[in-house]
């Protein structure tokens, strides 16, 4: 069985304390490596490589850091099938998936950001004949970067990049559900140059270890993404010491489609965003919402199509769903489907666990509950949907803001100006319009509400992971 170590200093070592957890095979249900329980000791000696790095990581030139992060990019590539069979296994999602989306967005994020840090500069205001303001940028020192389990190296790198780049030193921790490919980022980013000190990674429980990063007084800033019941944590933990913090929470996102949609689109693009990655993406569209007139054609094409998804082996290329994180996240899914009933609500296609080893569920299409019961408010982030009726343009407004979140929206529709009425007045931090899923990494991504605080993406982040301080000149 494979035994997995921290990344700090430049070299891989043991945990100081000694303490594993098992990480299980979601596709098979099996123990298959164990990983470092971290705690507070291996933190000092993470803080102190990361403070010993700082001074020529900060200040080194911007375009040599961009070489570092462009060889880091070109050697995920080099290593796409290795990471992505190591992402999959350790996630449950397919291989083709891993391969095709998650690894090479990993190394998009380090590229973009090798790129964005020499575009970057600061802002200068000239007050003819009177003053001069510039405001210069700096790094922060040491940051804390914490990443979930649903798109485990995707996410990772999306905070990691940019902190980087800025000339920051990171101390960061990826899922304990699923910590292979950070792990394997450690060598990586050695062979790619980045000098000891400036990653670390560490590996363990989100309330030991994880905790443990928030509340030290060398981080001086936390990008955090994960559930929004952490994220209340994380945020309060955070605040006590003024610390920047950047919150990338749950969703539970509306997916609106209007009758003068192009139908086949919508049906086809709606079945995606409903259980790409097993429904475990933040951005999924788990509320369905059909205007009247088209409500029962696309029902009829929707559930036709969810009929033709297999559930199987993540090694298998014919799978379009593997298997779901772990078991106590498929009973999380469960309880939800089985809420739906006692809700109301009618099963069109799936609802169960399927019966082998792993943790397998049927992509579920739920209709008929109350636009306010438990089920289309909460975020399950799984294989489940619901289909819901709406009246008119007011009323999808209505219900799609009837939730705590604000991440994501999808709006279909071929009436133009009516897609900018209807984005402009749904709550969501991000909105796509005949679209899923399409990212530009210059926009700005996060939520509104409950979804989160901050943003990510372009220079966004840039600016989130350093310090401005204006200099005025009197002329
Ligand atoms: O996430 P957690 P969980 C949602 C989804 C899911 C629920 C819970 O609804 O069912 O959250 O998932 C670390 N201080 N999303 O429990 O706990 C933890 O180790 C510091 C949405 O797996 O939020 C991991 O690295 N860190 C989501 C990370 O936080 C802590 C993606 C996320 O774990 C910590 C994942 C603490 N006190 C789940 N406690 C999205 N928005 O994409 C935990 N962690």
Not at 8 to 33: L, Q, R
Not at 216 to 227: D, E, Q, R, W, Y
Not at 431 to 460: A, H, Q, Y
């Amino acid at each position: 069985m494979q035994k997995i170590q921290n990344f700090i200093n430049g070299e891989y070592i043991d945990p100081i304390k000694g303490n594993y957890i098992d990480n299980v095979d979601p596709g098979t249900g099996k123990v298959f490596a164990s990983i470092p329980n971290s705690t507070q000791e291996d933190l000092e000696k993470a803080v102190s490589a990361s403070q010993c790095a700082f001074p020529e990581w900060s200040s080194m030139a911007a375009d040599k850091r961009s070489r570092i992060l462009h060889k880091l990019a070109d050697l995920i590539e080099d290593n796409l099938e290795e990471l992505a069979r190591m992402e999959s296994r350790d996630n449950g999602k397919p291989f083709w998936l891993a391969k095709a989306v998650d690894i090479p967005r990993a190394s998009a994020n380090f590229r973009f950001y090798a790129s964005a840090i020499v575009n970057f500069s600061s802002e200068a205001q000239v007050s003819e004949g009177f003053m001069v303001n510039y405001t210069r940028r700096a790094p922060l020192g040491t940051v804390g970067c914490i990443s979930p389990w649903n798109l485990p190296l995707y996410l990772f790198s999306w905070k990691i990049a940019p902190a980087l780049a800025m000339g920051n030193c990171v101390i960061a921790k990826p899922s304990e559900l699923t910590p292979m490919t950070a792990y394997m980022l450690g060598e990586l980013s050695k062979e790619a140059g980045m000098p000891a000190g400036v990653l670390n990674i560490l590996h363990g429980e989100g309330k030991g270890i994880g905790q443990a990063i928030v509340e030290h007084t060398a981080t001086k800033a936390i990008s955090f993404t994960g559930g929004t019941a952490t994220g209340k944590i994380v945020g309060a933990t955070a605040s006590q010491q003024f610390k920047k913090v950047s919150l990338e929470l749950g969703g539970k996102n509306p997916n609106i489609v209007f009758s003068d949609c192009d139908l086949e689109e919508a049906v086809k693009t709606s079945v995606k965003s409903s259980f790409t990655n097993q429904g475990e993406i933040c951005l999924c569209g788990s509320r369905i919402l059909i205007e009247d007139a088209i409500y029962d054609e696309f029902k009829e094409k929707f559930v036709k199509e969810c009929q033709k998804l297999v559930v199987g082996d993540p090694s298998d290329d014919n799978s379009n769903l593997g298997a779901l994180v772990s078991e106590s996240h498929l009973q999380k899914v469960d309880s939800y489907v089985k809420l739906a009933i006692e809700e109301g609500g009618r099963i069109l296609h799936g609802g169960n666990r399927i019966e082998k080893d792993g943790f397998y569920y049927e992509p579920t299409v739920i209709e008929g509950l109350d636009e306010n019961c438990r089920t289309n408010l909460e975020e399950i982030f799984g294989p489940v949907v619901t289909l819901n009726r709406f009246k008119d343009e007011n009323e999808a407004i209505r219900i799609s803001n009837s939730t705590r979140y604000g991440l994501s929206c999808t709006i279909w529709t071929s009436d133009l100006k009516r897609a900018h009425r209807v984005s402009h007045a749904v709550q969501s931090g991000i909105i796509w319009v005949n679209c899923w899923l399409v990212r530009d990494l210059r926009t700005p991504f996060g939520g509104m509400k409950d979804s989160g605080i901050g943003r990510e993406g372009g220079n966004e982040a840039l600016r989130f992971f350093s310090e401005p301080q204006n200099v005025c000149i009197k002329l």
